[in-house]
């Protein structure tokens, strides 16, 4: 019975985390794309690995590999690379896990439910990340925190410095910031009645 639900609810899985989670959140087409190809070839090839004599951890060890080439094709934020895991994932529960009977549902389900809560706004809030070039060579710790809260408008939680160029005057630094909420409209008087 299983035989037939896993693959059935591992395409709905990654129907879900593709196209319900990702990408309304990200709006990358060209991950999305990939993320339901992997997990269709992971399932394919592993559902084929369970059904014959040839060792498992070969072929899924064959995708370790493949996958660690293509990520390194171009550049992913880590939340890609969660979501390209969690497709593998997916893929691998619904062809070899037939004998985990419900468990597999079960485990399926979980991977979901803790990306899609992971990655959701309110956890990620007002809280960003970019790597910024400044037009000045800046060693100074306290000046360069100044100087990107003054640039971002924003609180800087964390400032790294990547390279300090004295020559062409140039700092590239990795900071972490909190955006400042935004700001109400304020209500004012208009003949004798309230407006905002």
């Known amino acids: 019975m299983f035989l037939i639900i896993l693959p059935l609810a591992d395409l709905a899985a990654i129907v879900v985390l593709a196209l319900g989670l990702y990408y309304p959140r990200h709006r990358r087409h060209d991950l999305t794309l990939s993320y339901l190809a992997i997990n269709v070839g992971v399932l394919g ?20 590999v493949l996958a660690i080439i293509r990520l390194r094709s171009f550049e992913l934020d880590q939340h890609e690379i969660a979501y390209y895991f969690s ?6 529960i619904g062809g070899l896990g037939a004998d985990m009977g419900w468990a597999a549902l079960g485990l399926m389900a979980l991977i979901l439910v803790v ?35 003054n640039l971002l408008g924003a609180r800087v939680l964390e400032a790294r410095p990547r390279q300090v160029d004295l020559v062409n005057d140039i700092t ?25």
């Open 45 to 64: 090839v592993s559902t084929a690995l369970g059904a014959t004599s040839v060792n498992a951890g070969l072929g899924l060890g064959l995708f370790g």
């Open 87 to 92: 497709a593998l994932a997916l893929g691998v």
């Open 115 to 149: 990306l899609g809560l992971a990655d959701a706004r309110r956890f990620s809030g007002r809280h960003r990340w970019q790597s910024v070039k400044l037009d000045a060579a800046v060693t100074d710790q306290d000046e360069l925190v100044a100087r990107l809260e």
């Open 172 to 196: 590239t630094v990795d900071v972490r910031y909190l955006v400042a909420p935004p700001a109400r409209p304020v209500a004012k008087t208009v003949g004798g009645g309230w407006t905002s």
